[in-house]
Structure formats: structure tokens, C-alpha cells
């Protein structure tokens, strides 16, 4: 079973279209994430959710709009996709709290190109 | 906020030769520091961690020193196997407080010739 999984895989899409990617984890954990990872394999989070509450938004354009409906999923909706947005996306969870490990869990990442 | 620094970008060695590869953070506030294997085509993996109240963690062919006082840490790979062959990615978090921030390195590609 995998922990942390992610849809779809690889997705192309034309400049100006709206796209989603949506991510589900089964391991029980309170906290979801999702991270961009440049050309240039530079990884950077882009936002966390802790039990559907936001967390962390790192100044990501307002195109990008999470929504948790629960605590076992993430979803990443992209509106007006621009060139630049093309990148790898990255799902990710963790439990709460220093004891529980803080170890961070990925998916296998989504390929969005924009062209 | 946090900032990790990463060297080498690049890693070439011989199998069975050690590689290392360093880190440095800024935020003293920081007190986990995991590393992560990430091969082509997938997402980054866990491979060993650390926490601030511990100076060394070793697991089999891989071990991670920490220094707090220089704020660095360490990736050591010993014997190393084609199969290590992948970018490796450290990382460091704050105390918490609601959603674990994790910062990453820029990334070293390891490459191990045979």
C-alpha cells in the first residue's frame, strides 16, 4: 500500500487552463504538505495543513489554492496555469509533535507541465 | 527563517570509496535534521535522521554527525554501491508549533562508478 499517493502522475496542460492534483495518505497523520521542486531539484514547501486547518502558506501565488476536505487528503488546484508553474509537485504528511518523529513522508511527485 | 546551505552540488566517486557531503543551517531555533535520497522519477526517501540532543546516529553503511555549536551536519556514506547512485537532500526543522516547516539543501547528485 503506498503511504502517501498522488494523481495524477504527469499532466499537460496548455497556458491558461485550470488543473488539479489531488493527494491522499493512509498513514494517520494530522499534518499534510504540499513542496514544488524546481528544474533545478531545488525543493521548497509551498503550504501545510494541520488537520484541515492551514498552517503555512509560503507566499504562493493565489492561483494556487489547497483544500483539505479531511485530514487524509490534500488537493492542489491550479487556476490559469502560467509556463512557470511547471515543475514537480510533491505531496507530503507527518504526525504532529516532536516524539512522533516529525519524519516528513513524500509521494512520488506529479509532473505538471504548462505549454 | 531557516536557510540550509549544501555542498557539493556534485559527488563523483569510485564503489567503494566513502562519500560525504555537508550542511550547514542558520536558525540555532532548529533541532531535526533528516537526510533524504531522492532517485530518478520519484519522490524524496528518508534514509537517516538526527535530533539536536544527539551528536552522531549511525545506520549500517550510513552515518549523520551533527555539530550545534557550528551549526553543520554531516552525510556519510562508507562502501558505497552503484546503487547509492541518486540526489541527496538535507534538511532542517524548527521546534513546531503547529505544521513541521521543513527547509532543504539545493541537493547533491551522487554518482558511483564501477
Known amino acids: 500500500d503506498t503511504a502517501v499517493s498522488q494523481t495524477p502522475k504527469y499532466l499537460v496542460t496548455q497556458m491558461g487552463n485550470d488543473k488539479s492534483i489531488k493527494c491522499e495518505q493512509n498513514?494517520?497523520?494530522?499534518?499534510m504538505y504540499w513542496y514544488k521542486q524546481d528544474s533545478k531539484k531545488f525543493l521548497k514547501i509551498m503550504f501545510s495543513?494541520?488537520?484541515?486547518?492551514?498552517?503555512i502558506n509560503e507566499t504562493v501565488p493565489n492561483r494556487f489554492s489547497p483544500k483539505s476536505p479531511d485530514k487524509a487528503h490534500l488537493n492542489l488546484h491550479i487556476n490559469s496555469l502560467e509556463l512557470g508553474d511547471s515543475a514537480v509537485y510533491f505531496c507530503?504528511?507527518?504526525?504532529?509533535?516532536?516524539?512522533?518523529?516529525?519524519?516528513?513522508?513524500f509521494g512520488e511527485g506529479s509532473w505538471l507541465t504548462v505549454v | 527563517g531557516e536557510n540550509v546551505e549544501q555542498h557539493p552540488s556534485t559527488l563523483s566517486v569510485q564503489e567503494g570509496d566513502s562519500a560525504v557531503i555537508k550542511c550547514t543551517y542558520s536558525?540555532?531555533?532548529?533541532?531535526?535534521f533528516p537526510w533524504y535520497k531522492q532517485e530518478l522519477g520519484k519522490g524524496p526517501q528518508l534514509i537517516i535522521d538526527?535530533?539536536?540532543?544527539?551528536g552522531e546516529k549511525k545506520d549500517q553503511r550510513i552515518a549523520v554527525t551533527l555539530n550545534k555549536t557550528a551549526k553543520h551536519f554531516s552525510l556519510h556514506i562508507t562502501e558505497t554501491q552503484p546503487e547509492d547512485s541518486a540526489v541527496y537532500f538535507c534538511?532542517?526543522?524548527?521546534?513546531?508549533?503547529?505544521?513541521?516547516?521543513?527547509?532543504f539543501g539545493t541537493g547533491t547528485q551522487l554518482k558511483v562508478e564501477l
Open positions: 536558525d540555532s531555533a532548529s533541532n531535526y
Open positions: 498513514l494517520g497523520h494530522d499534518t
Open positions: 495543513y494541520n488537520n484541515k486547518e492551514l498552517i
Open positions: 534538511a532542517a526543522m524548527g521546534s513546531g508549533g503547529g505544521g513541521n516547516k521543513l527547509t
Open positions: 538526527i535530533r539536536s540532543n544527539v
Open positions: 507530503a504528511s507527518s504526525q504532529e509533535g516532536f516524539f512522533s518523529g516529525n519524519t516528513i513522508y
